[in-house]
């Protein structure tokens, strides 16, 4: 198995152009996860789907963010535009979730350094 | 939000050593797990605890959870060089689906 896969690997951009990350979570997986990590904020969720679909998004920051699962083998997080503040490191994860808590643990991609200027 | 805080946020200790980390939750949980994250790269997973046990083990990782102090450590025995990365719990909160992770401890392996 491949692992959890995201692209690129870095980016890095202008103040107000639209980022687009990308993310191929593993088969068979039915949840999967974005996450954002700074010095300063650590490790924070932005928003998760089981089975393609948005079950929270509390954790977006703002409307300049949005994520989409079209199917179960894809997944993308844009900014549009993007910001100084977004400069941070993006992580894609995925994982099995059964009934009730029979969950399992989590499969992080390598990430994407995003770096806006 | 974070959910668990790791203690400390940094430990450095000699090779062979044990290191003891400690993370403390606010919510009741389902489960709650350890993922380690060597620099440049995605965190990886190393143990489920779930609410019902009380501790486990896996090769040289000890964890333990306390439920009714909303407490989890881990402890990793004879200390190598490539132990060296950040440890980090994350629980489930209210939603067996919604994880969320602590802030991290920074382990540091001295040879």
């Known amino acids: 198995d491949a692992g959890v896969i995201q692209s690129p690997r870095h980016e890095v951009t202008e103040m107000g152009q639209e980022v687009t990350l990308r993310c191929k979570p593993i088969?068979?997986?039915?949840?999967l996860f974005w996450y954002r990590q700074t010095m300063m904020r650590g490790l924070e969720l932005l928003i998760y789907f089981n089975n393609n679909v948005p079950i929270d998004d509390s954790g977006m920051p703002e409307d300049r963010f949005s994520a989409k699962m079209p199917n179960a083998s894809f997944s993308t997080l844009k900014i549009q535009p993007s910001e100084p503040r977004d400069s941070a490191v993006y992580f894609c994860?995925?994982?099995?979730?059964?009934?009730?808590?029979?969950?399992?643990?989590?499969?992080f991609g390598n990430g994407t350094r995003l770096t806006v200027t | 939000s974070q959910q668990g805080e790791e203690d400390p946020q940094a430990l450095s200790i000699q090779e062979g050593e044990n290191a003891t980390m400690n993370c403390s939750y606010k919510?009741?949980?389902?489960?709650l797990q350890w993922y380690r994250q060597n620099s440049g790269r995605g965190l990886v997973h190393l143990i489920l605890i779930r609410s019902n046990e009380r501790e486990k083990h896996s090769g040289r990782l000890r964890v333990t959870l306390d439920t009714s102090k909303k407490s989890s450590s881990l402890l990793i025995t004879a200390s190598r060089a490539a132990d060296t990365a950040s440890y980090f719990c994350?629980?489930?909160?209210?939603?067996?689906?919604?994880?969320?992770f602590g802030s991290g401890t920074r382990l540091s392996i001295r040879p």
């Open positions: 994860a995925s994982s099995y979730s059964g009934t009730g808590t029979n969950n399992s643990p989590l499969h």
């Open positions: 088969s068979g997986h039915n949840s």
């Open positions: 919510t009741s949980i389902n489960n």
């Open positions: 994350a629980t489930d909160g209210s939603s067996a689906s919604k994880i969320i």
